[in-house]
């Protein structure tokens, strides 16, 4: 199997720019060590996933690169600059997509653009880029609530894009969809991501998903959530489920996976 892997926790970004800077990072709530010492580049344009079980902190680091908590200890730089909290360079999804549902398709992706005083012939302009974009063009007058699970979610991708972030940050952002429709928005985020190039940060508990979508694999463990382990799959888009690597690269995961899930005494 060839795959890069590494229990060394800070991995470099090679001859890449160094996007995300995560410096011994902790985080505790209360008498809680969410996170210890984490420390992580992420290379400029890469695909990250944080894969884990439950509680090791996968969101609360996202939540960290995301500006809307502030780690405990250490420091997280995005460009060179430390992050003090959410800005437009940064694009989030969430697993419950998180629309108004007041708002048609069209008038939620056009909110960020509403918001940077666009003209609203632009708003409208890149609204509509952004839902075809995701394969919604012809439901831009729709409201959130006559829209299916995975159309919302592609709203909420729309919605995202339309600031034109740099870096995309996704919580589970199919978790909450049936595995057909999930693995169809995967094959959409993946082609997405080779037109635009963002950097992603995609937390995910699916190790299949995180095999399908990532460059880089950060397998977080658990008490306290640090890094465990980086595997970078070399394995040719579009990546097969069914091909020798992926299963066996899927049953090393599962492996590192199931040890942390033990750890907490749950199964
Ligand atoms: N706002 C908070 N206040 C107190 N404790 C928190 C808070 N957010 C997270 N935690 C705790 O921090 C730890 C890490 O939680 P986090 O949600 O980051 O894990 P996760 O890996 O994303 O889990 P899941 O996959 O279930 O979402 C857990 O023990 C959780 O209970």
Known sequence: MDIASTADPVAATGDRLTKISIQGVGKVFGDNIALAKVDLDLAENSFTCLLGPSGCGKS?????????????????LVDGKPVTGPGADRGVVFQEYALFPWRTALENVAFGPMLKRRGRAEQREIAMHHLAKVGLAGHEHKYPGNLSGGMKQRVAIARALANDPTVLLMDEPFGALDAQTREVLQEEMLRIWEQDRKTVVFVTHSISEAIF??????????????????????????RERTEREFIALERHLKHLV???VQKLGVI
């Open 60 to 76: 609360t680091l996202l939540n960290m690169i995301a500006g809307f908590a502030k780690p405990s200890s250490g420091q997280i």
């Open 258 to 260: 199931r040890a942390e």
């Open 213 to 238: 979508l990532a460059d880089r694999i950060v397998v977080m463990g658990t008490r306290p959530g640090s890094v465990k382990e980086i595997v970078d799959p070399d394995l040719p888009h579009p």
